[in-house]
């Protein structure tokens, strides 16, 4: 079992910056590959970033140059720095931890995002 617990969410203007973080506990030394995906309403839950055990990252195109995914420790927290934000990057956020074993998917509860313009 893990469990993901999201914190950092919230509003901020257009322009500015937010960090996101996700702490995962239980059977953490499973995990292979953990991130964030996003949701707003209307559209697809769509890939932000994610981070393999081994530190290989991937970004989502709307995001990339603006975002970045790292592992605050070595084993059960990751953050996502988000920098010049804007209005459509509002929607909610949700952790994402895989595994190579069933069940391969995990998902936190999800965090507001707000960016005002």
């Known amino acids: 079992q893990v469990q993901l617990v999201e914190s950092g969410g919230g509003l901020v203007q257009a322009g500015g910056s937010l960090r996101l973080s996700c702490a995962a506990s239980?059977?953490?030394?499973?995990?292979?590959?953990m991130g964030w995906y996003r949701q707003a309403p209307g559209k697809q839950r769509e890939l932000v970033a994610i981070?393999?055990?081994?530190?290989?990252?991937n970004y989502g195109d709307s995001v990339k140059g603006r975002f970045t995914i790292s592992r605050d420790n070595a084993k059960d927290t990751v953050v996502l720095q988000m920098n010049s934000l804007k209005p459509e990057d509002t929607a909610v956020y949700y952790c994402?931890?895989?595994?190579?074993?069933?069940?391969?998917?995990?998902w936190g509860q999800g965090t507001q995002v707000t960016v005002s313009s």
């Open positions: 994402n931890a895989q595994r190579p074993i069933t069940p391969y998917d995990y």
């Open positions: 239980g059977s953490i030394f499973s995990i292979t590959t």
């Open positions: 981070i393999t055990s081994g530190g290989s990252t």
